[in-house]
């Protein structure tokens, strides 16, 4: 009998990622697991999330134990796809235990090439006066993106976020599409300078980026205020946009939870910061204190609170979003979807009713404002559905 | 971003404040060097180069060099903060301090309060400190302990490249006496420092390690040890909470206490000397607000109450290093047990 065995590795979540710890198994030996069910509880010092199955079929082992700390690539279990009965695992004990031997011998050597590598750096474009970050995954390296067949993925984060927003989802998605994740104006490593700070300037300045950047058309993908400034630009230039993905939307609703944007701008120490971010995430106990800590590193550059308090006087004057855009979702001639989370604290997620017949609609249950991270298998699949 | 080492990140702030704000001046013995011997400009940046590259880019206005008399240039400095400057004045070791004290804490300290709160003194004194370097006991004492002391100066202790830039460029906006206190053998450390200014507030503590079982607060040079400790120990089950207070003055008392309350142990790793230091008031802290949350006596981890020794053997078992905090934390842990 032959099975077909299929590792579960610890994953690399984010650049500064290189070990995590099995906080908990999901499921025992032997269980049967579909793609994307749940299987290990990770923690890192940033984030602790589940991680989802990578293929379908019997978990035959699991190789570390809960509470271990293992580096990235590590070998955590084993899948046997596909396999029918316990019986057929037993009789190809042999087969996984040279399979596993197999593993630990081929993660040495990646493990000494590794340390030897660098990881893509993020880079510095100059776009129309807008000074932005940008960090690209995926497709050919040597090839510029305006050449490249298939539309790349283009990921825009939040309000307050970063390129880090997609840590989940950018290294999983360059394994099929070339990937760009940028920082808006005011935000990450991006110049400071926010011009009006409204939806007009922020999609001007994704706009000069797609063209800085030699990108005729891409999927476009937005977190939360990111999708608001996506959907700008979709109805600005349709044909620059092959699909459009708004996670977590701003621009759907007027409501917003505007003690949350105040109390980002606001908080300025570590406690008031974390109590702020735990508002992002159905379960609290997600946000980690290096987390915090970026998000507080980020908040005491020069020039940081004028570019927060800049556009969110523009887009949410009083606690209220300004631009609502939702009735115009049904001019757009390309696939758009919107996922939300059930959980979601920051905007209410009955803005997802009565959206355009053109609009796909995902309600994750048990997600809050951050699918992106809190759901990172299924929001990869339904973005990979949509860019085909 | 880049990697940039200690001595690069305080230039990067001076710098950049220098920059952005005319009246912030730098001053001190050799801050640039060579004066009064043409080609000789900027020879020196301060006795370990820390300024250098200031005084080409600003000149000789704004970089001054002085005389070898402390007590002139420290109360220059006080005098030109209290009339609209903002001067970062580099008293070279802080050993120092005893030629020019009465210009610190009976004049720059108390400015605002004699004048009723209608002077504000922005100075800024950067001095060295610190065990380590072979340099014996006249010149490598940490005594910030004694600048904590005084109601009116605000004390501050970078324990890395990123903290030392932020906490700089905080000190100089701030609109108060502070010392900036360098250890002369951190210089060389490197870490990833953002290009771009920032600011670190005072009076905010910072964990580097979150942990269960004790709490460990280390000042300065020590933060780096234990950390290393914290991480050993994980390995064998023992969580450790690291807070780094930053600023000696004011003290992020909470954090501390909060910390305590979860713990239950406390352990505080100071290398000035033991009596009348930052352990035994972080201790008193603890004994008096937190007793009831003690599961364990507090340990202090510091040097013996002598001198600094010059013999290097000596000087190694002098400094409190990862050996004698690990020891603590364990006994801590097996206290009872």
């Known amino acids: 009998m032959t099975v077909d065995l299929h590792a579960i590795t610890m994953p690399k979540w984010g650049l500064a990622m290189d070990e995590g710890m099995v906080v908990d198994w999901h499921v025992e030996e032997g269980a049967r697991l579909g793609i994307g069910d749940e299987v290990v509880d990770i923690e890192t010092t940033k984030i602790t999330n589940a991680l989802e199955s990578p293929a379908g079929g019997i978990l035959c082992r699991r190789l570390v134990a809960k509470g271990e700390t293992v580096p990235v690539g590590a070998l955590l279990g084993v899948i046997a796809a596909g396999a029918a009965e316990a019986a057929e695992i037993a009789a190809g004990t042999a087969e996984i235990d040279a399979f596993i031997a197999r593993f630990e011998a081929a993660f040495a050597v990646a493990a000494a090439e590794a340390a030897t590598e660098t990881a893509s750096a993020p880079e510095i474009v100059e776009a129309a006066g807008w000074r932005l970050n940008y960090q690209r995954a995926g497709g050919n390296a040597g090839e510029s993106a305006g050449s490249s067949t298939t539309a790349p993925i283009v990921l825009v984060h939040g309000f307050g976020g970063d390129l880090n927003t997609w840590l989940f989802n950018q290294p999983d998605l360059a394994e099929t599409h070339a990937v760009y994740a940028l920082d808006l104006p005011g935000h990450g490593r991006s110049g400071k300078d926010v011009g009006a700070g409204d939806l007009a300037a922020l999609s001007g300045a994704l706009g000069a980026f797609l063209d800085a950047l030699g990108i005729g058309r891409a999927h476009l993908v937005g977190h939360s205020l990111g999708g608001a400034v996506a959907l700008e630009l979709a109805l600005g230039r349709p044909e620059a946009v092959a699909s459009l993905t708004l996670i977590a939307s701003a621009g759907l609703g007027p409501e917003i939870n505007g003690a949350y944007i105040d109390g980002f701008i606001a908080a300025g120490r570590r406690k008031e910061m974390k109590a702020v971010l735990q508002m992002l995430f159905a379960d609290p106990q997600a946000v980690g204190r290096d987390m915090v800590e970026e998000v507080l590193r980020y908040k005491r550059l020069d020039g940081v609170e004028a570019a927060l308090r800049g556009i969110a006087g523009a887009v949410f004057p009083g606690g209220r979003q300004g631009t609502v855009l939702a009735e115009r979702l049904s001019e757009l001639a390309q696939p758009v979807q919107v996922i939300r989370g059930r959980e979601d604290r920051i905007l209410p997620p009955a803005q997802t009713e009565g959206l355009p017949a053109n609009v796909a609609v995902t309600m994750i249950e048990n997600a809050g404002h951050m699918p992106q991270m809190e759901a990172a298998a299924e929001v990869n699949r339904l973005i990979r559905k949509i860019a085909g | ?249 004011p003290l992020d008392t909470d954090s501390i206490l909060e910390s305590v309350e979860e713990t239950g142990r406390l352990v505080v790793v100071d290398e000035a000397s033991p009596r009348c230091n930052m352990a ?23 040097p013996p109450h002598t001198p600094v020794p010059f013999a290097p053997e000596l000087e190694d078992l002098y400094i409190p290093g990862p050996d004698k905090i690990e020891a603590a934390v364990r006994e801590v842990v097996g206290y009872g047990a």
């Open chain 2, 1 to 249: 971003m880049s990697k940039k080492s200690y001595r690069q990140a305080i230039n990067e702030a001076l710098a950049q404040e220098m920059r952005r704000d005319p009246t912030v001046i730098v001053m001190g013995e050799d801050n640039s060097g060579g004066m009064g011997a043409p080609g000789e400009d900027d020879a020196w940046g301060g006795v370990l180069g820390v300024t250098k590259g200031l005084m080409p880019e600003f000149g000789r206005e704004r970089v001054l060099d002085t005389p070898i008399t402390e007590s002139a240039f420290i109360g220059a400095a006080a005098g030109a903060a209290a009339t609209g400057l903002r001067p970062v004045a580099e008293l070279m070791f802080v050993d120092f301090m005893g030629v020019c004290f009465d210009q610190i804490y009976n004049q720059a300290g108390k400015f605002r309060y004699m004048f009723g709160g209608n002077a504000v003194t922005p100075l800024v004194i950067r001095t060295m400190y610190g065990a380590g370097f072979r340099a014996a006991s006249q010149h490598s004492q940490c005594l910030y302990p004694i600048f904590t002391h005084v109601p009116g100066l605000k004390v501050v202790i970078p324990s890395s490249p990123y903290e030392a830039k932020g906490l700089m460029i905080q000190s100089i906006r701030d609109d108060d006496p502070v010392i900036f206190f360098e250890h002369k053998v951190m210089y060389d450390d490197e870490e990833e420092v953002p290009d771009e200014p920032y600011t670190i507030p005072f009076g905010e503590a910072n964990l580097t390690r979150e942990g269960g079982d004790v709490t460990v607060v280390a000042i300065g040079r020590m933060v780096g040890f234990a950390n290393q400790v914290a991480d050993q120990l994980d390995k064998d089950g023992i969580g450790c909470t690291v807070i780094d207070p930053r600023t000696t003055s």
């Open chain 2, 280 to 302: 035994t008031d972080i201790s008193a802290l603890v004994s008096q607000e937190a007793f009831g949350a003690l599961k364990a006596p507090i340990r202090m981890v510091t």
